[in-house]
């Protein structure tokens, strides 16, 4: 992020679309979906609710590995663990 923060930028609001959040046209979709859904059906509400949550937190990790992890260039300061 440090030497390319606009791609961090929109890649973070890609990555946050791709994640079904309610400012994006997805959000619809997802919307619809849940809707179809039964509400007897309770096993499916559970594993559709957590197929979408691992899709958030693996969207999101690689948000983290890509954007947010050590500087290529060993000159820039790094926090350490213990501070």
Do not use: N
Request: neutral net charge; hydrophobic residues 50%; aromatic residues 18%.
């Amino acid at each position: 992020m440090y030497q390319h923060p606009i791609w961090a930028f929109w890649f973070l609001i890609a990555c946050l679309a791709f994640v079904c959040l309610p400012f994006t046209p997805s959000f619809i979709g997802i919307d619809l979906m849940f809707s179809h859904i039964d509400h007897d059906e309770y096993a499916l509400i559970f594993l559709t609710s957590i197929s979408f949550l691992v899709l958030e937190l693996s969207a999101l990790r690689i948000y983290a590995r890509l954007f947010l992890g050590p500087h290529k260039k060993q000159t820039h300061p790094i926090a350490y663990r213990s501070s």
